[in-house]
């Protein structure tokens, strides 16, 4: 899933860790690698599950030293005394000294949630907070609750183990001496004529004259081809939450738009992000999905046509603003000298934001397909769309 930034999120539960003597330890940590480093090139979000941690399933703090080794060949730790003494006890040591006490890991991560803390991780960290830089502190946040977690992130596009969620509701159930009652969810309000985000391309068509490329992907491309294509790091860095719901509440009331007012470059890009995430369904269709995730099984050679096979199959409106925007994409994929932005970063980044299975969250193994599909279209866009001319285009 994606937090209230656009950025991706890694999820690690304690509960599901299998005992200590049955886990292959060194195949724990070749998935761990495999994990952080498809997203560590762009800002990402960690939520950490800590219900579940017993001494049956702690790897040992041999595990440890040799994660401590293997990560050091390529990186220089720089925290990992201290994270070794904070969380000498607890799993979490692992996972943050993988992730945070080596550059290349610690560098774009922007957020650590610990759900369900412990009263003596809260009182460790307390001990041993002087210690910690201020702006790595600022990265931790401990929720006691899952509806704590929803003010930051759409959990519900999370994997949360049922053992988590059953968790949960004890904890509320103590803490108020029952069980929470059924919150009665009001209907949602009917959206407005020139609302943006959450509604469908139709919706926005017909409000907009006809208009078949949405005013907002419109302006935000048009602007970032100004100034935005050598950028170094385009669309992988966040931006203020509260100045994108800013930009996104100006938008659905119909006022204008004007990005040099922030100042900040990225702003225009996470909000082209977001429009294509909050889609009600995504640009590339669940009609599709099926069909991309297959394309690992396509030999080399013939990929590119059948990326262009599946997209002819779009809806015509689907194909004409997929068009603007993957020509866009290439555009950027161009400026890479400049702004580092290849055809395989940019897919990493868009990838998820253009197709997602109609129920759930894509698995691990589906973002592979998913994101070569992307870098496909982008890389051999004269290609893939050169045959097919629509109306009004």
Same mark, same amino acid.
């Given at each position: 899933?994606?937090?209230?930034?656009?950025?991706?999120?890694?999820?690690?539960?304690?509960?599901?860790?299998?005992?200590?003597?049955?886990?292959?330890?060194?195949?724990?940590?070749?998935?761990?690698?495999?994990?952080?480093?498809?997203?560590?090139?762009?800002?990402?979000?960690?939520?950490?599950?800590?219900?579940?941690?017993?001494?049956?399933?702690?790897?040992?703090?041999?595990?440890?030293?040799?994660?401590?080794?293997?990560?050091?060949?390529?990186?220089?730790?720089?925290?990992?005394?201290?994270?070794?003494?904070?969380?000498?006890?607890?799993?979490?040591?692992?996972?943050?000294? =993988?992730?945070?006490?080596?550059?290349?890991?610690?560098?774009?991560?922007?957020?650590?949630?610990?759900?369900?803390?412990?009263?003596?991780?809260?009182?460790?960290?307390?001990?041993?907070?002087?210690?910690?830089?201020?702006?790595?502190?600022?990265?931790?946040?401990?929720?006691?609750?899952?509806?704590?977690?929803?003010?930051?992130?759409?959990?519900?596009?999370?994997?949360?183990?049922?053992?988590?969620?059953?968790?949960?509701?004890?904890?509320?159930?103590?803490?108020?001496?029952?069980?929470?009652?059924?919150?009665?969810?009001?209907?949602?309000?009917?959206?407005?004529?020139?609302?943006?985000?959450?509604?469908?391309?139709?919706?926005?068509?017909?409000?907009?004259?006809?208009?078949?490329?949405?005013?907002?992907?419109?302006?935000?491309?048009?602007?970032?081809?100004?100034?935005?294509?050598?950028?170094?790091?385009?669309?992988?860095?966040?931006?203020? =939450?509260?100045?994108?719901?800013?930009?996104?509440?100006?938008?659905?009331?119909?006022?204008?738009?004007?990005?040099?007012?922030?100042?900040?470059?990225?702003?225009?890009?996470?909000?082209?992000?977001?429009?294509?995430?909050?889609?009600?369904?995504?640009?590339?269709?669940?009609?599709?999905?099926?069909?991309?995730?297959?394309?690992?099984?396509?030999?080399?050679?013939?990929?590119?046509?059948?990326?262009?096979?599946?997209?002819?199959?779009?809806?015509?409106?689907?194909? =004409?603003?997929?068009?603007?925007?993957?020509?866009?994409?290439?555009?950027?994929?161009?400026?890479?000298?400049?702004?580092?932005?290849?055809?395989?970063?940019?897919?990493?980044?868009?990838?998820?934001?253009?197709?997602?299975?109609?129920?759930?969250?894509?698995?691990?193994?589906?973002?592979?397909?998913?994101?070569?599909?992307?870098?496909?279209?982008?890389?051999?866009?004269?290609?893939?769309?050169?045959?097919?001319?629509?109306?009004?285009?």
């Amino acid at each position: 899933g994606d937090d209230n930034s656009g950025r991706k999120v890694i999820t690690f539960s304690c509960c599901r860790m299998p005992p200590s003597h049955q886990l292959n330890h060194t195949r724990l940590l070749e998935y761990l690698k495999y994990t952080l480093d498809q997203y560590v090139e762009n800002d990402y979000t960690v939520v950490y599950f800590h219900y579940g941690l017993k001494s049956l399933n702690k790897p040992s703090l041999k595990w440890l030293q040799t994660a401590y080794k293997e990560f050091d060949r390529k990186y220089v730790s720089r925290i990992f005394g201290l994270c070794v003494c904070v969380y000498n006890s607890m799993i979490i040591k692992n996972f943050l000294t =993988i992730s945070f006490s080596f550059p290349r890991y610690k560098k774009n991560l922007k957020a650590l949630y610990v759900v369900h803390p412990t009263n003596f991780i809260k009182i460790l960290w307390n001990i041993f907070k002087p210690l910690i830089s201020h702006k790595f502190g600022k990265k931790v946040t401990y929720l006691n609750y899952l509806s704590d977690l929803g003010e930051h992130l759409k959990y519900d596009q999370l994997n949360i183990p049922q053992e988590v969620i059953r968790h949960d509701e004890n904890l509320r159930g103590k803490h108020k001496g029952k069980l929470p009652p059924v919150v009665k969810v009001p209907p949602p309000r009917p959206p407005l004529p020139t609302q943006q985000f959450g509604v469908s391309l139709q919706y926005i068509k017909d409000k907009n004259s006809g208009e078949l490329i949405p005013p907002v992907m419109k302006e935000t491309v048009s602007y970032l081809k100004r100034k935005g294509l050598q950028v170094e790091g385009l669309f992988r860095r966040s931006a203020s =939450i509260q100045t994108i719901k800013d930009v996104q509440k100006l938008y659905n009331q119909g006022k204008p738009v004007n990005f040099d007012d922030y100042h900040d470059i990225h702003i225009p890009a996470v909000i082209l992000k977001t429009f294509l995430r909050e889609l009600p369904q995504p640009l590339l269709t669940f009609e599709c999905y099926d069909p991309i995730v297959g394309i690992t099984s396509v030999e080399s050679c013939l990929r590119v046509t059948r990326c262009k096979q599946i997209i002819e199959g779009l809806p015509e409106h689907n194909y =004409i603003v997929l068009k603007y925007l993957i020509c866009f994409l290439h555009m950027v994929s161009q400026e890479s000298i400049y702004n580092r932005m290849t055809a395989s970063s940019l897919a990493c980044v868009f990838g998820l934001n253009l197709i997602w299975p109609s129920k759930g969250t894509a698995s691990l193994s589906a973002l592979v397909p998913l994101n070569l599909f992307t870098e496909l279209l982008i890389d051999f866009y004269m290609n893939i769309f050169n045959s097919r001319t629509v109306p009004g285009e």
